[in-house]
Nanobody, 131 residues
């Protein structure tokens, strides 16, 4: 059974940093992606970043490019999200989720930043940034 668990949230001032971790179990990432999402009160859940395990590559949405860095550690089965230069608008509950690659012939396609592309979700961790 695939499970993902987030950790590392907290309260910081604008401009400071936080590191979130997502520990996954029940699979490796050879055919899967870990996505980070966030949801602020009254807003829809939105994708933030994703880590593709087979290529060991990350992707980011425009609003966090240059400020957030995603990395993966196969040995500890953890995907980390380093968040620097935090802004008040980054405040939200952050979730990690696992989604599977889909294949067409020999080509593999990762899940997008749509939450519906992901199957296994954590319970979330709160990030609060004070301006």
């Amino acid at each position: 059974q695939v499970q993902v668990v987030e950790s590392g949230g907290g309260s910081v001032n604008a401009g400071e940093s936080l590191k979130l971790s997502c520990e996954y179990s029940g699979t490796n990432l050879d055919h899967a992606v870990i996505g980070w999402f966030r949801q602020a009160p009254g807003k829809e859940r939105e994708g933030v970043s994703r880590w593709r395990g087979d290529l060991e590559m990350g992707r980011y949405v425009d609003s966090v490019k240059g400020r957030f860095t995603i990395t993966g550690d196969k040995a500890t089965r953890t995907v980390n999200l380093q968040m620097d230069s935090l802004k008040s608008e980054d405040s939200a509950t952050y979730y990690c989720a696992l989604g599977w690659l889909t294949y067409s012939g020999t080509r593999a396609y990762p899940p997008t930043f749509m939450p519906s592309d992901y199957d296994s979700w954590g319970r979330g961790t709160q990030v609060t940034v004070s301006s």
